[in-house]
Structure formats: structure tokens, C-alpha cells
């Protein structure tokens, strides 16, 4: 659930708005005016009208003369764009509003306990400018602005170093004692800030940018909404180890749906690990420097420019910076042999797993271009592991990874879970949520029949349909009869006639919520007196029948589809109706998105996708009107993205889940322009580092207000971005399958989907990722939006690299002579990509062991499971297709485009040739 606000779509598509929109655009407006407002009454600190102008790096800077802080960061190939916040330059100009150019310092002296806190920007003072010198474009003494009682002196010098423009602290240590430095913060300012822009202004005047915390090997990537370059690269130069990512709550400038915040680059994090983060693992070991009296410490950071997102790790190497590439990523299930390329100026001295057992690392040599060197990595431990390199120049490199259980065992232990634990039986319930998945509560291990966010235990909505979404999605990956049973009672009892209707003016569509707060309706006692219900979100009765919301639609779809697919396809599984039932229920479900929620429809749904795939099934079902209709209907939609120059709008002012379907549907009609235009946003906001969390992971920084326990404004790790983004991306990937960093960001999304799920099977929001934090959250919440995703994107990559030689995504790789063995390891084990053929193999039911290719003849064998109690047969396709590049040996029946394959008790092998 999402804060109503539409003010971000063009005037040519605002006529189709309810008024109910416009009035809820005018009250958004009007708050963050009302916050700005509190800004502009308190006194500004800063003269901003004089400015010092140079050039250097390719970039055009502008810094203030009072403070030396930046004004202006803009490249010189494009003028017009800045990458800091330039133009609310007057309105940030007083105290506690960071710029780029602050430091944030927490020292003590010698054998004193508690740490005293400084910052350049707290109270603003004039900073006393050095005198002009060759060796540096402008430099300052900082000590007036950060007060009288700092025992060293700070020094900020802005340098065209080698070409490139940097930027140099020096602290001397002024006083009589040792001084230990345990906080030593670098705020991270650039133009993120979103207040009051159309969607084409925001993607074209700003940016986000995300961390690599991996020591001095780390670095922050600035890139704009579009996507397009140049990319900025903020580099550690000298001491400047990105040990901390800490989010400046201190700041003034408002966070809310249209403000993530700004954080600090952290280098040295023991002040703060000590206290306010005490209870918590960080992401790497916090450190302090101790300074004796009169010694001296320089922290300097270097700015270049990447020519695009794409090209981010070529120009890190061509300035000599480590660079790692982990193959299939950083979420390692225990059962895959995972790879990890370095390339570094400097011989590997040293490496070491934090903890011990977390995983092994083994080199393997050269990789096949003999740039990289090439480790094997088995994940040992479940949980957070460390990987610290220090090399021979005595630089660091940490690479953070997160160990999972075997797919299968992920999957299976979220099944489980989710039919029992969150299975919720009650046949009194006076909101006909009997038979239902609900939400859960992993903090009280308790199911959530309350909160005062009415979709949460509604079962509808993101955050409330998401438990019983993500456990019919778990039967397309890996069907198990148990759960179906659950399953289908659910679907026939409490689904079809509750949260859909299945009669009268409003049949087919979808309720906004089960549960709703009407006090005066029921008995005394039916709501807790701890929950607060005096919110916009306590719907009412009126409210939560209403079908206006089209986000309601897909998880329903969704729903109808797996039951035709499992009805269709397997045997024991669904027979209460004919397959055919259930698809038309999914086709009808469609309709009465565009007819009953036509304003929310407009946009990009997430899990959109859903729409496509019964589309396909319809006409491959040979039910040409339905697919006619269908294919019209959302051939109008696509028509309104088409005249968009940015078309992902939603509710939100900027959102992450609408380009999935924009770039479906937007493909799928030829639009290809569009649909470029949607993949380079996705890259801007869906980043690959050496780190588990940020690799793959689609910004999100709101939905915890909206579906989380712990609600607030937060980079969210692994919300249900990650996976539902990976769709585009990943069907990019196959029709450009020479681009590796496609697939990389893809899969990295698809394993982010479920690195959060527990051991013991629970599927939550997200992943907190502020430093006081740092673990999930609480709440099931809008987890099975994601998970959609994960099902969906449920494939094994076999791929050849020019660079890396063969690797494997979902499975192992093993050479022998001609022939490439491919054992599949991910969850479904339906779906493989061949590389060198450009060839997606599906399977409708069954499942691969292994698949062999030959790279002399380009023979392809496939080794398909034993037949069990609900499939008998395979369902075989290739490229979405049958025989287009490849037929089997033998003759087999056809069935729905698809080759049909009689299954033994033991394992069977087909041979494919060209």
C-alpha cells in the first residue's frame, strides 16, 4: 500500500484522474510545501551568491566562498544536469542541511569514555580560507564552523589530482593528549531529492546512488534516473575505506516517499558501533585512529566519470581500482559451486572468511582472457559471511555474501511455513479470512489478525494478498499435494467469492481488504484497544469492498493462472474444475482490472507480467476470442506508455515496480524505443556490487511505512523490487545474450528475492539496511509480490564468456572433453538457458537433473527426473516455441506447442540436434 499521489504523469494523461486524486495530489503538495516552510523560517547560514568556479575531471565545480562546500557539480558533456542539489541551493542554505564538502567527526581523548560529536554542518560559521597555492584549487580551515572545543585542526582542500578532482581532509592532532577518532563521516550529497517533479524532470535533473561498502576497494555510483551517462564515481584515494553507510537523519531537507535522505561515507565506524549500534553485526569491523600530539591524518576521495552504468567496472580498472565479479553472485545456496573473479593492480597477500566456517574459497587459476584470477566459493554456514583480500600494496577488499540453504530446501521450508505457521483457520471470523494464508509476525511468532493498515491482515493488497500470493507461486516452482489441498480450499472458499467477487455488478473484482474497522458493526472487543484505528489506512466496510485498485488484480490473476497450470498440466494435483475454468477466471480477472479500476490501471502493475503469460496461454489454448480481447485491451494500455517519455507511473511520485510490466508489454508490441528506455531506468536504480544486499537489489525506500512492522523511510534490501524487476532485465538478457551484466543484475534480483527468507522458512518485507538495524523486518508484509518474481525468473543459465570462460547461474558446471555438464541446481529445475545456441529450454511439468551441450557437434542432451505421482510426461519448449532451432532424435507427440515426453521411473535422456 502506497500514499496516494499522481502528480508525476503528464498533463495529456492527468485527464483520465478521479477527483479523488487531485484533491490527495494538493494535500501531498501542500505538506512537503508546509515542511520546506519550516526550513525557510529558521535563518539562513550560508551566502550562497559567491561562488568559486573550476574545471577540472571532466566536471565544471562550483564551490560556496563561506563554507567550501559544492554549489555546482555538473559534467562538462552535459551542463544543463548537476549532480548535487544546486537548485534548492537558497532553501538548504542554513543550519543542519548537508552538503557535499561536510565532515561529521566523534573523537575522545586519552582514557576517556565517551564520545563528543562535531559536525561542519550543525551550526554554520565561515570557514578561514588558506591562502591560494599551485598545490590545490582552493583550501580552508574548517575548525570555526565545526567549534571551539575540537582538539584538532581539519583541514579541506579541493585538488586537481593527476587529472581528476579530488578532494583532501587533513587532521592534525593540536592538543596535548592522544586523540582517538572513532567516527569519521563524509556526507554523501548529491541530487536525490524529488520534491515537486514530473516524472520526465526527475529522470532527466536527478539521480540515486548506491554504496559499495567494501573497504578501500568500495566507492559510491551516482547515476541518473534515465540511466543514461555519464555515471559519477566517488573513489576512496588515501584513508578512505568505505567501512559504514550511515544514513544522516540529522538532515532537515524533509524524507518521505520523494526523499530517501542522504548518508555518510564512513571510515572510521568504532564510536558508533560502541553505542547506538551495539547490538549489531556490521558489515565490516569498525576501527578508530589514535593521533598523538601534533601527528597528522589525510582522507582524500577521488571523482571520475564512468561513461554509463554498464561501464562502471571497466573504469574502475583503468584506475587501478580492485574490481570483483561473483558468479552466480553473493547469495550462495550451499549446493552451488560459486565463482569470484578479482582483478587488482595488486598481488592477492591474504585472505580470510568472517566467520570461519562461512564459506571456502579456493583458486583456480586464470580465467580465459587471463585478466581475472579465479576462485571456486561453497557456502558452508547459513547466514552473513565476510571475505576480507588484503593486498600486497596494503590495500583491503571485503565482499559481503550471504549463504543460503539449497534452493529446493528454501523453497520447500517457505512452503511449509506459509501453509502452516501462517495458515489461519477460524470459521467465527467475522471478516471470512478463514482458510487463508495471513500475514505473520516473525518478532511474536504470531499471525497478524490486526493492525491499524487494513490491507495487512486483509489478504488483499501487496502487503496482505502477499502470504497466500507467494504460496500459490511455490507450487508453479516446486508442487507439493499437501500444500495444494490447503491451497485449494483457499482458492474455492475464501478467494473466489471473498476477496473476489464472484457475483453481482461487481463479479470479478477484487476487494481493497478483508478486514476493515467499523467498531459499531461488531461485538465489543473485536478490536484491541492497542491498536491504533484513528488513521487514514482503518478502512471502513465501504473502503474495503471497494474494487478501485487495480494493484489487486495481478495477485488475483495470478492465482487463477497457477490453478489452470497445475489443472492443465500435472495429475492429483487440482481437479475440483476444468482447467479451462481457471483460465477464463484469469482472463476475466484482467477485464475487470481495466473496467472496474480504470485509473490505477493506467500504469505499470507490478506483477503485470501475469497478464502476458495468460495472454500466451490463451492463445496457445486456441481460445482466440478471449486472447483477441485480452491482447486489445492491453494494446491501448501500452498505447498511453508509448506516448510517454518516461512512462512509469503509479500512485507514487516515482516508483520501481511499474517498468516491469511497461517493459513486457512495451516489447511484446514492438515498442522498442520504450522499451530501452524502461530497461536503462531499471539499470539506474538495480546496481551489481560485491555485496549481497545492494547486488540486484531495485531501489525501494518507502514500503515499510506502507507493509513493514518497523516503519519507516529506509533503503529497503531485497524488497519485492529485486525479483519483479529482474523479469525485464532477465528477458533483455535473452535478446542480448553477449551482455553478461544483464544477466548478472538479473539473477543477482532473482537470488535477492530469497535471501531473506529464514531458516525455518519465513518470507519477510525486506532487509533493514541501516547500520543501528541490519536484519528483516518483522512483517511478512508485500513479500510474495517478489516472490511472484522469483517464480517467474525460476531458470539456469549456461553461459560462455569472452572474459570469464564458462560459468553456471543455478547450477554447476563441469567440462570434459567436448561435452559442458550442466547440473541444475535452482528451485523449479524447469526452465535452462544455453548459452552458446541462445536457446531457453522450458518445461511446463517436470523437471531437469542435467543438461549436457557438446561444443564440436552442438548436440544437446537432456536428463529429465523420474516420473512421479502427480507428472508423468514433460511438456518440452524451446524459445517460447517448438523445433525452431533444434529437434529431438526421437518423435514425439505435440501438445500446445509444446513437445510432450512420456517419463520413466528413472532418470531419461533425449538428445537434441540442429
Do not use: C
Not at 77 to 88: K, Q, W, Y
Not at 209 to 237: E, F
Not at 701 to 720: A, M, N, P, S
Amino acid at each position: 500500500m502506497k500514499f496516494r499521489s499522481d502528480f508525476f504523469l503528464k498533463s495529456a494523461h492527468r485527464s483520465a484522474f478521479l477527483s479523488l486524486s487531485l484533491l490527495l495530489i494538493v494535500v501531498f503538495q501542500s505538506r512537503s510545501q508546509n515542511i520546506w516552510s519550516r526550513i525557510e523560517n529558521r535563518n539562513q547560514t550560508l551566502n550562497v551568491a559567491n561562488q568559486t568556479e573550476f574545471n577540472v575531471g571532466g566536471l565544471r565545480l562550483k564551490i560556496l566562498d563561506e563554507s567550501q562546500t559544492v554549489a555546482e557539480l555538473r559534467p562538462n558533456a552535459d551542463l544543463a544536469f548537476d549532480f548535487v542539489p544546486s537548485e534548492l541551493l537558497e532553501i538548504r542554505s542554513r543550519d543542519s542541511l548537508y552538503h557535499l564538502g561536510d565532515v561529521n567527526i566523534m573523537l575522545r581523548n586519552k582514557n576517556e569514555k565517551d564520545w563528543i560529536k562535531f559536525s561542519t554542518a550543525k551550526e554554520r560559521r565561515s570557514v578561514n580560507p588558506l591562502v591560494q597555492s599551485r598545490e590545490y584549487l582552493s583550501g580552508s580551515i574548517l575548525n570555526p564552523t565545526l567549534g571551539d572545543d575540537l582538539p584538532v585542526e581539519i583541514r579541506r582542500f579541493w585538488e586537481d589530482k593527476d587529472g581528476l578532482l579530488s578532494m583532501r581532509f587533513e587532521i592534525v592532532n593540536k592538543s596535548q593528549s592522544d586523540v582517538e577518532i572513532g567516527y569519521l563521516g563524509f556526507p554523501m550529497v548529491f541530487d536525490n531529492i524529488l520534491h515537486r517533479k514530473n516524472l520526465e524532470e526527475a529522470h532527466l535533473q536527478k539521480v540515486f546512488y548506491d554504496p559499495y561498502i567494501g573497504q578501500d576497494a568500495g566507492y559510491l555510483q551516482v547515476v541518473r534516473l534515465s540511466g543514461k551517462g555519464p555515471v559519477l564515481l566517488v573513489l576512496p584515494d588515501e584513508n578512505a575505506g568505505f567501512e559504514a553507510y550511515n544514513p544522516l537523519l540529522d538532515d532537515l531537507t524533509p524524507r518521505s516517499i520523494t526523499f530517501e535522505g542522504f548518508h555518510d561515507w564512513v571510515v572510521h565506524s568504532k564510536a558508533l558501533a560502541e553505542t547506538e549500534w551495539e547490538n549489531v553485526t556490521p558489515w565490516n569491523s569498525p576501527t578508530s585512529i589514535h593521533l598523538e600530539p601534533g601527528a597528522k591524518r589525510s582522507v582524500s576521495f577521488k571523482f571520475v566519470l564512468a561513461e554509463d552504468v554498464k561501464g562502471i567496472e571497466k573504469t574502475l580498472i583503468s584506475h587501478h581500482r580492485p574490481v570483483a565479479v561473483g558468479i552466480p553472485g553473493y547469495v550462495i545456496p550451499m549446493d552451488v559451486e560459486g565463482k569470484l573473479f578479482l582483478n587488482s593492480p595488486s598481488a592477492i597477500k591474504e585472505m580470510f572468511v568472517e566467520p570461519e566456517n562461512g564459506i571456502e574459497i579456493n583458486k583456480v587459476g586464470k580465467s580465459k582472457s587471463g585478466k581475472w584470477t579465479e576462485f571456486q566459493v561453497n557456502g558452508k554456514s547459513w547466514g552473513r559471511s565476510r571475505l576480507t583480500i588484503e593486498y600486497e600494496n596494503g590495500e583491503k577488499q571485503t565482499i559481503h555474501y550471504n549463504v543460503i540453504k539449497a534452493e529446493t530446501d528454501v523453497i520447500a521450508d517457505f512452503g511449509r511455513f506459509l501453509t502452516h505457521e501462517q495458515w489461519y483457520e477460524n470459521d467465527q471470523d467475522l471478516f471470512g479470512r478463514h482458510q487463508s494464508v495471513i500475514s505473520y509476525d516473525i518478532e511474536e511468532n504470531a499471525q497478524v489478525l490486526e493492525d491499524n493498515r487494513a490491507w495487512i491482515p486483509g489478504l488483499s493488497d501487496e502487503a496482505g494478498a502477499g502470504s497466500w500470493l507467494a504460496a500459490m507461486m511455490k507450487q508453479v516452482v516446486n508442487p507439493e499435494k499437501g500444500e495444494m489441498e490447503k491451497l485449494s480450499v483457499f482458492y474455492h472458499e475464501t478467494l473466489w467469492g471473498g476477496i473476489q467477487y464472484s457475483e453481482g455488478p461487481k463479479k470479478y473484482g477484487v476487494r481493497k481488504s478483508m478486514f476493515y474497522y467499523e467498531p459499531e458493526k461488531f461485538p465489543e472487543g473485536t478490536y484491541s484497544k492497542d491498536v491504533n484505528y484513528s488513521t487514514w489506512a482503518a478502512w471502513d466496510q465501504e473502503q474495503a469492498e471497494s474494487t478501485v485498485r487495480s494493484y489487486n488484480y495481478p495477485h488475483v490473476a495470478a492465482a487463477h493462472w497457477v490453478m489452470y497450470r497445475l489443472s492443465r498440466y500435472h495429475k492429483n494435483l487440482v481437479d475440483q474444475k476444468p482447467w479451462d475454468w481457471y483460465l477464463e477466471n484469469a482472463y476475466h480477472t484482467a477485464v475487470a482490472m481495466v473496467e472496474q479500476a480504470p485509473h490505477y490501471a493506467q500504469y505499470g502493475q507490478m506483477e503485470g507480467t501475469i497478464f502476458l503469460m495468460i495472454l500466451k496461454d490463451l492463445q496457445r489454448e486456441g481460445m482466440n476470442k478471449m486472447a483477441g480481447d485480452l491482447e486489445e485491451l492491453m494494446k491501448k494500455r501500452t498505447d498511453v506508455w508509448a506516448a510517454l517519455s518516461y512512462p512509469f507511473g503509479s500512485e507514487m511520485p516515482w516508483d520501481s515496480t511499474g517498468q516491469e510490466e511497461v517493459y513486457m508489454w512495451s516489447d511484446y508490441f514492438g515498442f522498442h524505443e520504450k522499451s530501452e528506455v524502461t530497461l536503462n531506468a531499471i539499470l539506474a536504480y538495480m546496481p551489481t556490487v560485491p555485496h549481497w544486499g545492494y547486488n540486484g537489489s531495485a531501489r525501494r525506500y518507502w514500503d515499510f511505512v506502507y507493509g513493514g512492522k518497523l516503519r519507516r523511510i529506509e533503503r529497503q534490501l531485497h524488497h519485492y523490487g529485486s525479483a519483479l524487476n529482474s523479469i525485464p532485465v532477465l528477458s533483455a538478457y535473452h535478446k542480448n545474450p553477449e551482455d553478461l551484466y544483464l544477466l548478472r543484475v538479473g539473477y543477482g534480483g532473482v537470488l535477492g528475492g530469497i535471501s531473506n527468507i529464514t531458516q525455518k522458512g519465513f518470507g519477510p518485507a525486506a532487509f533493514h539496511s541501516f547500520p543501528n538495524t541490519l536484519k528483516i523486518d518483522g512483517y511478512s508484509g508485500d513479500y510474495g509480490s517478489g516472490f511472484f518474481g522469483y517464480a517467474v525468473n525460476s531458470r539456469s543459465y549456461l553461459v560462455l564468456d569472452d572474459e570469464l570462460g564458462w560459468v553456471g547461474f543455478g547450477g554447476n558446471v563441469k567440462v570434459e572433453k567436448d561435452w559442458v555438464k550442466f547440473e541444475i541446481k535452482n528451485a523449479s529445475r524447469s526452465a535452462v538457458w544455453i548459452g552458446p545456441e541462445k536457446m531457453l529450454l522450458e518445461l511446463d511439468a517436470g523437471t531437469f537433473e542435467r543438461v549436457h551441450y557438446n561444443t564440436k557437434t552442438k548436440e544437446i542432451e537432456l536428463i529429465f527426473s523420474p516420473k512421479s505421482s502427480f507428472v508423468d510426461k514433460v511438456y518440452l519448449r524451446q524459445n517460447d516455441k517448438i523445433g525452431n532451432i533444434y529437434k529431438p532424435d526421437t518423435q514425439f507427440p505435440i501438445q500446445n506447442g509444446a513437445y510432450v515426453v512420456e517419463l520413466k521411473n528413472e532418470n531419461l535422456t533425449i538428445r537434441l540436434k540442429k
